[in-house]
């Protein structure tokens, strides 16, 4: 059956991650809407998904005022405004599948789980994660016993140095006032995906963290606010804007205009925070972050992450009462090393099709299945799955935040529904 969807939000998860499943599955998916306030973005995505004008909007109000036009509602806003779109949507008849962060605020996130419920539709979360080979492999092989009980888990996210100042001093997700706090951003990814290894209640948390090196007191002597207005370290700093984004970032570039010669760039570069200096930017996200976990029976987990690396990875040991996993996930590649035999078996996933390891296009085919499924109540990464490792990225903020204070998790929760 042919699932027919609209698009709140054509930036780059909207229509670079998800939207291009329709194009390469047309038998199975087929967007009929949009609702995206940049003409250029808005015009690109009505052309390339063949959309009427009149499902054609610059704002979702306009878009929920036709009332239910498609089957489902994709919607990739920035973080801050997910949540009213979400609650229409729900309402109005949509299944919804939500990028994530669900929302930077605890009580939004609680109040669209309900919603979800109350309305009997399926409301899921973009932790792409979970729909990827990697994680997939390592969670059979966890609960097939191969490894016994596990004891902890060690999961190490390389942001890398350039994506770090792209997008998390330059970019969209630099300000945690405006977006929403690193850990929620970017590591929800990991609090999720731990929680799902693991599949234990997590009990208790405590984090520490900072921003050490992206700040005004770091900035050379004689640095202007933009790069292109004359460093004077232009040449000994990785960092400088127009030698990255015209040279080995160009890529990057697309992220940010439309015009991708070297003359749009440049005029970018001149008026979008992405042509500032990295140490003179509205950015306050940490830089660097560990988190630990205590779960359920007694297991534990660490989490690090780091903008200082020179990959983009992740690197996972799993260690339990009969063996170990280890894997690095860029290298889509797994060793699984039995304490009896002494027997190490390396396997090799294949390369997948999509963004995140296959992740992005994973969790759409998986959404239209369960939606064509009455009886499937919820899937892998839904609301109320969702929402457990969103209570742990909030507590590990709030600890964060209290020099490392350990938080109850069901007193954490507790304090935002009472």
């Not at 599949?199 to 963290?209: A, L, M």
């Not at 030698?243 to 160009?250: A, D, S």
């Not at 760039?265 to 140490?279: N, Q």
């Not at 002494?342 to 296009?361: A, C, M, Q, W, Y």
Request: net charge negative; proline share 3%; hydrophobic share 35%.
């Amino acid at each position: 059956m042919l699932v027919t969807a609209v698009v709140i939000g054509a930036g780059d998860r909207g229509a670079r991650a998800y939207a291009p499943y329709a194009l390469d599955h047309p038998h199975e998916l087929n967007i009929v809407g949009v609702a995206e306030p940049n003409e250029d973005r808005r015009k690109k995505f009505q052309e390339l998904h063949l959309i009427e004008d009149k499902h054609v909007f610059t704002s979702w109000e306009e878009l929920m005022e036709q009332g239910k036009i498609a089957d489902i509602a994709i919607i990739c806003t920035q973080d801050k405004f997910h949540f009213e779109p979400t609650i229409h949507a729900l309402k109005q008849g949509y299944h919804v599948l939500l990028e994530k962060p669900m929302s930077p605020d605890v009580r939004e996130c609680i109040e669209m789980e309900r919603v979800a419920r109350e309305y009997d539709r399926k409301l899921t979360i973009c932790h792409v994660l979970r729909y990827t080979e990697f994680w997939s492999t390592i969670k059979q092989i966890v609960e097939e016993g191969k490894i016994g009980e596990v004891v902890s888990l060690q999961l190490n996210e390389n942001v890398e140095v350039m994506h770090m100042s792209h997008s998390f001093v330059r970019g969209n997700w630099s300000n945690k006032e405006k977006s929403s706090p690193m850990i929620l951003q970017k590591s929800c990814h990991d609090m999720d995906i731990i929680s799902y290894v693991m599949d234990k209640k997590c009990e208790r948390i405590s984090s520490f963290g900072s921003l050490i090196h992206f700040k005004k007191e770091n900035a050379p002597e004689g640095a202007p606010k933009r790069c292109l207005d004359g460093c004077p370290v232009e040449l000994e700093c990785p960092f400088h804007a127009g030698r990255y984004y015209l040279g080995e970032g160009k890529g990057w570039a697309k992220k940010f205009t439309e015009d991708h010669s070297r003359e749009g760039i440049i005029k970018a570069l001149h008026e979008t925070p992405y042509g500032k200096c990295v140490y003179q930017s509205d950015n306050n996200v940490v830089d660097h972050q560990v988190v630990n976990m205590e779960f359920e029976g007694g297991a534990t987990a660490t989490f690090s992450m780091c903008g200082f690396t020179r990959e983009q990875t992740r690197i996972v040991q799993i260690m339990g009462t009969k063996g170990e996993i280890r894997g690095k996930m860029d290298e889509n590649t797994l060793s699984i090393y039995d304490f009896l035999t002494k027997h190490e078996t390396i396997i090799r996933l294949p390369n997948s099709v999509g963004g995140h390891s296959g992740g992005d296009f994973g969790i759409i085919r998986s959404f239209i299945k369960d939606i064509q499924n009455p009886s499937q109540k919820e899937s892998i990464s839904s609301a109320a799955i969702s929402l457990r490792s969103h209570l742990m990225a909030f507590a590990a903020e709030e600890s964060r935040l209290q020099q490392g204070k350990s938080i109850e998790l069901d007193e954490f929760y507790q304090q935002y529904t009472n």
